[in-house]
């Protein structure tokens, strides 16, 4: 726990059992929990940000960021994160965010939207810290409807080896969660998972039509690839982040998202994962799996999201598989990975849904298989097969597709199989 954290008003709880989505299914699997941790909670999101990335990054407006903030450095503003009016473009957006960072860290390639054309404003860009090491830096915003803000805020899922999150309740209310994720080069992981440290901030909204509370959060998240050594550094250390979040300007982003679009009503609440139970997601699975492979028990949990255990039926192999589906109308047409230089169409179904084979720079494909699906309504599935050895999958790829096309999926999460 960081100095910063001990000197906060309220309760600290480091184990808090909010569900514990990312939890192993089996002692003898030892997947990097930075891989588990995007196939859990957070996938949804994830994949819109790195999608809208790639789209975004190549078009005009991106470039007009780019030409004006292409090496800005950090401490452009005053440091303290306030301004006369809250940031409404991409670039004001990207402004603010830099204005936060420390003397010599740099913001390059970036890609950004405010308020001025989203509801949920984000930054993305490549840390320049001096070194010749990757460092993605995300920020994002966003607000939804929910019955239950606190249950929702903090930490997902307990601490363990490569993956530690602590939470704090601050003063007014709100909740300051850190994260730290991912091996490190001495580790026995494959060094090109990655690292990341994030910086959460989560407060209740209330008012509005219904007069359901809802919950606003803001991250800030810092991805160093390959992983870095054991003696290395931080880019940004979690206090330094966690001053990021807290900067007022955000709440003032906030304010004015509020304002201009309204508060989200349970009606238009963004719905990352569908209602569909974990159960029945693993036993369609299951339904669909070749004699020559069995299926486990059912792991970690949640409306729209299971994970489980897959074995060989000779006792050769086995791996970890997480399901994510996502209720109709999660996915834009234009939120398909088809600019992302990381995957590939590798199926067109008849009803029009596309499969892609995507595979990240921060996932070895040694260790994982991954595809996402993307039905016509704008519901989704994306199945992940993580091996417990390295390249020995119990499916093969030309398997799992088959599994991810078969009709039974678009029955359970988007609607009628097709005739």
């Known amino acids: 726990m960081t100095d910063r954290m001990h000197d906060r008003t309220g309760p600290v ?45 190549g078009a005009a407006a991106a470039a007009a960021v780019a030409v004006a903030f292409s090496q800005l450095p950090g401490g452009g503003q005053d440091g303290s994160g306030l301004a006369a009016a809250a940031p409404e473009t991409g670039g004001e957006m990207l402004d603010a965010l830099a204005g936060l960072l420390p003397e010599g860290v740099r913001l390059t390639s970036p890609a950004a939207e405010g308020p001025e054309t989203t509801a949920e404003p ?35 899922t307990p601490s363990n080896p490569g993956w530690h999150c602590e939470e704090a ?13 991912g091996p490190r080069a001495d580790t026995a992981q494959s060094p090109s998972s990655g690292a990341t440290w994030e910086a959460w901030l989560e407060r209740p909204i209330t008012g509005g039509e219904p007069a359901t509370p809802g919950i606003a959060r803001w991250s800030l998240s810092v991805t160093a690839t390959p992983a870095l050594a054991a003696d290395a550094e931080a880019p940004l250390d979690l206090d330094r982040m966690a001053e990021v979040v807290e900067a007022p300007v955000w709440q003032q982003v906030t304010e004015e998202l509020d304002e201009r679009y309204g508060l989200p009503s349970a009606a238009e609440e963004p719905s990352w994962m569908d209602d569909t139970a974990a159960e029945d997601l693993r036993e369609t699975f299951g339904a669909l799996l070749p004699e020559t492979v069995r299926l486990g028990a059912l792991g970690s949990r949640s409306p729209g999201a299971a994970t489980f255990e897959i074995h060989r039926a000779d006792g050769t192999g086995s791996a970890q598989v997480t399901v994510n589906s996502y209720a109709p109308a999660t996915f834009a047409r234009q939120d398909r990975p088809e600019q992302d230089d990381d995957c590939r169409l590798a199926a067109t179904l008849p009803d029009g849904s596309e499969v892609f084979r995507c595979a990240y720079e921060d996932e070895s494909p040694e260790q994982e298989i991954y595809y ?36 039974q999926w678009r029955g359970l999460i988007g609607g009628p199989p097709v005739s």
Do not use: H, K
Request: charged share 25%; hydrophobic share 35%; aromatic share 6%.
């Open 122 to 156: 984000y930054v993305l860009a490549t840390l320049d810290d001096g070194t010749d090491r990757t460092l993605d830096v995300a920020f994002t915003m966003s607000r939804e409807r929910t019955p239950d803000w606190r249950g929702q805020a903090g930490c997902t």
């Open 169 to 181: 309740e601050l003063g007014d209310g709100s909740v300051l969660t850190l994260i730290t994720s």
């Open 13 to 57: 709880d480091l184990e808090q059992e909010l569900g514990a989505l990312l939890r192993q299914a089996g002692d003898s699997f030892t997947a990097d929990p930075q891989s588990l941790a995007e196939g859990g909670l957070r996938r949804g999101r994830t994949r819109q940000f790195r999608q809208r990335f790639a789209l975004v990054s």
């Open 372 to 407: 996402d699906l993307y039905y016509p309504d704008g519901s989704s599935l994306d199945v992940t097969e993580t091996a417990a050895a390295d390249g020995d999958f119990p499916l093969s790829e030309e398997q799992l597709l088959q599994l991810v096309s078969d009709e």
